[in-house]
């Protein structure tokens, strides 16, 4: 029997930042994180564990690396750590959250510059890519026996591990009646087609074992969309904590059979 892990990336601010302290305190499992190369490690964990129980069970579980979506070799040695971690014999990879984003808004089409556009699909569609090529192997296999999720854990995962992609509803193109954000639209959509194709791969590989789903998480209150706070309403921003549970209370809920589509925080599915 193998044992379960979650792996965060990127972990340093936002989301990835509420998530991996939110999934410290809820469950016993360990986390391997990921920030990029021009973080201190030992500030990074300093700063995921600031404020929550000293105690050496969340210093032991909490492990970072460095890994940049922009440069495979730090992948590479990335996914190198996480086999000498985690090796695949004794264990499975059971929740893997791929975030990396960038937004270069686009209001008309006279805003698009070629540069931001490269790296809007560099960073926000390549980039979850090749955490995938580096990382979805850890997923159980077909064959494996997965040990569950302690039972006194606050947080329930469900049996089979989930690889998640961080979409957005504008990378719907059913939803899209807005138009606009031409780049950033069309990077998000390729995230949603991409946690589709892993799915279809998963169900070859792992059958019910592993899935694949995209979510997106609602306008959260991050550097991320600090520009457009005051045009989508306070009422309406959601913080990274609040963000954070309501994307572990999605994964925590699917069933096998919403497999391979999108998802938002409410656990509504947004079109393709």
């Keep these: 029997m193998t044992s379960p892990w979650i792996f965060i ?8 930042y509420a998530l ?11 986390i ?8 201190d490690l030992a500030d990074v964990k300093a700063a995921l564990l600031d404020g929550l129980s ?13 890994a940049d979506v922009t440069d495979e070799a730090t992948l590479e040695a990335a996914a190198a750590k996480a086999a000498a971690l985690f090796p695949p014999s004794k264990h499975h990879l059971h929740l893997a959250c791929a975030m990396p984003g960038i937004l270069h808004a686009e209001k008309n089409l006279r805003q698009v510059h070629s540069a931001a556009s490269l790296e809007s699909f560099q960073v926000n569609s390549v980039g979850p890519l090749l955490l995938m090529k580096h990382f979805a192997h850890f997923l159980p296999a077909r064959s494996a026996t997965l040990l569950p999720s302690p039972s006194t854990d606050a947080i329930q995962l469900p049996e089979h591990a989930t690889w998640l992609s961080m979409a957005a509803r504008v990378g719907s193109t059913t939803d899209n009646r807005l138009g606009g954000w031409f780049s950033y639209r069309a990077s998000k959509a390729a995230v949603i087609s991409l946690a589709k194709s892993l799915d279809v791969s998963l169900r070859a590989r792992s059958g019910d074992r592993a899935l694949s789903v995209s979510y997106h998480p609602g306008t959260v209150r991050t550097d991320f969309s600090r520009e457009f706070w005051d045009s989508v309403g306070e009422a309406k921003l959601l913080s990274p904590e609040y ?5 572990v209370d999605v ?4 069933e096998v059979g919403q497999r391979g589509r999108c998802w938002d925080w409410k656990g509504q599915e947004v079109p393709p």
């Design 9 to 16: 990336s990127p972990s340093t601010r936002g989301i990835g």
């Design 20 to 30: 991996v302290r939110h999934l410290l305190r809820r469950t016993s499992l360990p």
């Design 32 to 39: 391997l994180a990921t920030a990029r190369t021009q973080y």
């Design 54 to 66: 000293s105690s050496d069970d969340l210093m032991s579980r909490l492990s970072i690396v460095h």
């Design 243 to 247: 963000a954070a549970e309501r994307l």
């Design 251 to 254: 994964v925590a809920g699917l």
